[in-house]
């Protein structure tokens, strides 16, 4: 079992009543049944990630649980080869502007920023863009385990022609992590800065999500 750098323990987070020892237990116990090859033996600090994402749920978690893996599976254009000094990743970060900022909100939400550094379309790769952003998110529950995520998309800059650098493919299996395998809960997107054309982009984003994501996204 590989062993994730933590900065928590299973411990501080059941002191917190945030959740089980139990609830623990039992999700330790069904992983315990499914071929290691399909879902890894994962730490306890895993686990309870997994558990808050649900609201410590069992049968959320254990689902949740199952699609983050197969999600990842399933993208490793997305989940795999995260080497920093990849030239893609580079590009990526020196196109877009994406942070957890040093604050968090009243009830402990971390909150994620977006917005373009180059506003140069041709300079606007998805992928890598998408490959980041879930990392970002590794990063922010290493720890101190925020309650929920906020995301803020800032579209200052964006073009028409951003349009023609959406992938529906990488959309569809980015957005289904994200709706059923990720493990936080997404409290609210804010777009500030909308351009004009916004609308077609949403009709995009609709092609790849369910109504529950779209009625997170205020403007």
């Not at 490959?131 to 922010?140: E, V």
């Not at 990720?182 to 999500?209: R, S």
Request: one cysteine or more.
């Amino acid at each position: 079992m590989q062993k994730l750098p933590f900065g928590f323990t299973s411990k501080e987070i059941i002191d917190q009543g945030r959740t089980s020892r139990e609830n623990i237990d039992a999700v330790k116990q069904w992983l315990s049944s499914v071929d290691s090859a399909i879902i890894p033996r994962v730490q306890d600090e895993l686990v309870v990630i997994f558990l808050l994402s649900c609201d410590n749920d069992l049968p959320l978690t254990k689902h949740t649980i199952t699609m983050y893996y197969k999600c990842k599976r399933n993208s490793p254009d997305i989940f795999d080869n995260r080497e920093m000094d990849r030239a893609d990743l580079k590009k990526a970060m020196n196109s877009i502007h994406m942070c957890s900022l040093p604050v968090r909100t009243d009830e402990n939400y971390a909150i994620h920023h977006f917005k373009l550094n180059d506003t140069n379309y041709l300079n606007f790769d998805l992928v890598p863009v998408m490959k980041l952003s879930y990392m970002l998110l590794d990063i922010t529950q290493e720890k101190d385990l925020p309650r929920g995520l906020v995301v803020i998309i800032d579209c200052k800059g964006v073009g028409l022609m951003h349009l023609t650098r959406m992938k529906i493919g990488p959309m569809r299996r980015y957005f289904q992590f994200l709706q059923e395998g990720f493990p936080i809960q997404m409290k609210v997107i804010h777009i500030i800065n909308a351009v004009y054309f916004f609308d077609k982009f949403l009709n995009v984003v609709k092609l790849c999500t369910k109504s529950e994501l779209m009625e997170m996204a205020s403007g």
